[in-house]
């Protein structure tokens, strides 16, 4: 099955800093969704974004469908931003979003 | 935007009990369902998609006579964890996908319920 990396692995940032967060994956996608897990579980759908750039308030988000990566960009952090942020794809002949191992990001106050 | 709506949202019982989680779709129709288990700091980890009436489809190494998945209609799918153990205890999370047009609707974006936290004593 397609396998999906992200990258860093932890995050520890001062409030107001920018960054950017990683997925690769290892075949053509369908669908990619990034998705940020609160400390209560709940997982909030922040993107779906098989191609393209969007933006939505402080985050915007790019795929590269051809060069199999995306980029999830965080700008002027704020403490309720921590958490642990998901990049999850849909490839193939797959019925399932395939989730990498995810990104925990914490935002120091 | 869809939503999926997951109850109960926490659960605490002794080993032995059976526990029934339900994942409605409120305001769209889904002939798909899919169930997530969660461990505390991993990613989330497919256990069974579960398809309106038919058999449920189980990952290598989920069992399917202890996770009891129904999909009754095309809003409503159940998971029972059967005889529950300590080991059982983690985050269920289940998901649904619009379909328009008859299709799988592949395209379209997943949508999650906000979990269910089993604890079992």
């Known amino acids: 099955g397609i396998q999906v990396e992200q990258s860093p692995p932890d995050l520890i940032l001062q409030e107001g800093a920018n960054s950017t967060l990683r997925c690769n994956f290892s075949d053509s996608v369908n669908n990619l969704q990034w998705f940020h897990q609160n400390p209560w579980g709940q997982l909030i759908n922040l993107f779906y974004?098989?191609?393209g750039t969007k933006q939505n308030g402080r985050l915007s988000a790019t795929t590269v469908a051809t060069e199999r990566y995306s980029l999830l960009y965080i700008s002027s952090s704020q403490t309720t931003d921590s958490g642990v942020y998901f990049c999850?794809?849909?490839?193939?002949?797959?019925?399932?979003?395939?989730f990498g191992s995810g990104t925990q990001l914490t935002v120091l106050p | 935007g869809a939503v999926v709506s997951q109850h109960p949202s926490r659960v605490i019982c002794k080993s032995g009990t059976s526990v029934k989680i339900e994942c409605r779709s409120l305001d769209f129709q889904a002939t798909t369902m899919f169930w997530y288990r969660q461990f505390p700091k991993q990613s989330l980890m497919l256990m069974a998609t579960?398809?309106?009436?038919?058999?449920?489809?189980?990952e290598q190494g989920v069992e399917k006579d202890k996770f009891l998945i129904n999909h009754a209609s095309l809003t409503l799918s159940t998971l029972t964890v059967t005889s529950a153990h300590p080991e059982d205890s983690s985050f269920y999370i289940c998901?649904?996908?619009?379909?328009?047009?008859?299709?799988?609707?592949?395209?379209?974006?997943?949508?999650f319920g906000d979990g269910t936290r089993l604890s079992i004593l």
């Open positions: 579960s398809n309106e009436g038919s058999k449920a489809t189980y």
């Open positions: 999850a794809v849909l490839s193939g002949s797959a019925r399932q979003l395939t």
């Open positions: 974004i098989p191609s």
């Open positions: 998901s649904a996908r619009t379909i328009w047009g008859g299709s799988l609707g592949s395209n379209q974006p997943q949508h």
